[in-house]
Nanobody
Framework: VQLQASGGGLVQTGGSLRLSCAATGLTFSAYNMGWFRQAPGKEREFVSS????????HYSDSVEGRFTISRDNARNSVYLQMNSLIPGDTAIYYC?????????????????WGQGTQVTVSS
């Protein structure tokens, strides 16, 4: 299983980025997909998830209303549209895949992790 994240970069405060994650080696349509992030000196934290059955979505409080998660099962890909970025969003962003029910926060325990993509928001 490989989860290949891309789309990170350097952006100014208020800017936007769109992260992508392409999955191979698993039945993508049967997995809930999530995004996590880890800032320097901090623990990895949940950002967002999207379910495989009813496309239910969850967001952390810190990104609710600014970030939008989506998926394209035909392309085996999940996306994270990030708008109104702030320096606090600076982190390495990881995509993840989870079997079973969709969940949020610590309840989203991934079966697979991807490598990260760096997002840096300058003030």
């Amino acid at each position: 299983v490989q989860l290949q994240a891309s789309g990170g970069g350097l952006v100014q405060t208020g800017g936007s980025l769109r992260l992508s994650c392409a999955a191979t080696g698993l039945t993508f349509s049967a997995y809930n997909m999530g995004w996590f992030r880890q800032a320097p000196g901090k623990e990895r934290e949940f950002v967002s998830s999207i379910g495989w059955i009813n496309l239910s979505t969850h967001y952390s409080d810190s990104v609710e209303g600014r970030f939008t998660i989506s998926r394209d099962n035909a392309r085996n890909s999940v996306y994270l549209q990030m708008n109104s970025l702030i320096p606090g969003d600076t982190a390495i962003y990881y995509c993840a895949a989870k079997r079973g029910a969709n969940a949020r926060g610590a309840d989203f325990a991934p079966d697979y992790w991807g490598q990260g993509t760096q997002v840096t928001v300058s003030s």
